[in-house]
């Protein structure tokens, strides 16, 4: 069975730092993603990464996939109230076995 | 496009009724997914099929859970009869890909209380 850990379960910040979560697997995955999900909605898709030691950017916040593909990290820079949120990474195998951590609670006070 | 529809968003209802949850994919995707999300077990697979044919429900609780997708457009989730332990969120998404990569979009889930 696939798993996925995610550290740290909560975070509180205040506006401003920076911060990073990680997301470790024992499995390989063909990609994995990070969703955010606020009160009341659905997750929604961040990124995906594919490559072994690819790097992402979306605005101030930066992922990477580990060389091996079983670990990834996202860092958020000068974090806002407005990233406040459940982070939540995902990997599959093509299509098949889509497997979830349980999240990073991030709350970022102002 | 419009994104993953679920119906209702939220249902009440008295232990031992039965409620039908509803989800219409995203067009073109041909996968889609039943997922319980609680505080205390975080999000779970209930069932995914791929080209509308259940591909793995392992997941799901029990018999009292079932779950059909007819089309390609449409798919319920049917708890029968409910019981208080099943109040969650339930979410439903669909996927589709090619190669490595294949992504989920989510719905905006139903909030499911049952008293």
């Known amino acids: 069975t696939q798993l996925l850990e995610q550290s740290p379960q909560f975070l509180s910040i205040q506006e401003g730092e920076n911060l990073t979560v990680y997301c470790n697997s024992s499995?390989?995955?063909?990609?994995l993603q990070w969703y955010r999900q606020e009160p009341g909605e659905g997750p929604v898709l961040l990124v995906t990464?594919?490559?072994?030691?690819e790097v992402k950017k979306l605005k101030r916040l930066t992922f990477q996939f580990g060389d091996a593909r079983k670990d990834s990290s996202l860092h958020i820079t000068a974090a806002q109230p407005g990233d406040t949120g459940l982070y939540l990474c995902?990997?599959?195998?093509?299509?098949?076995?889509?497997?979830f951590g349980p999240g990073t609670r991030l709350s970022v006070l102002p | 496009d419009a994104g993953v529809i679920q119906s209702p968003r939220h249902e009440v209802t008295e232990m031992g009724q039965e409620v039908t949850l509803r989800c219409k994919p995203i067009?073109?995707?041909?996968?889609l997914f039943w997922y319980r999300q609680t505080m205390m077990r975080g999000l779970e697979l209930l069932i995914y099929?791929?080209?509308?044919?259940?591909?793995?429900d392992s997941g799901m609780p029990e018999d009292r859970f079932s779950a059909k997708m007819p089309n390609a457009s449409f798919s319920t989730l049917k708890i029968q009869p409910s019981e208080p332990r099943d109040s969650a969120v339930y979410f439903c998404?669909?996927?589709?890909?090619?190669?490595?990569?294949?992504?989920?979009?989510f719905g905006p889930g139903t909030r499911l209380t049952v008293t």
């Open positions: 998404a669909s996927s589709s890909g090619q190669g490595s990569v294949y992504e989920q979009y």
């Open positions: 499995s390989v995955f063909s990609s």
């Open positions: 990464v594919v490559t072994g030691g």
């Open positions: 995902a990997g599959s195998n093509y299509g098949q076995n889509f497997v």
């Open positions: 067009s073109g995707h041909n996968s």
């Open positions: 099929f791929n080209n509308n044919v259940p591909i793995d």
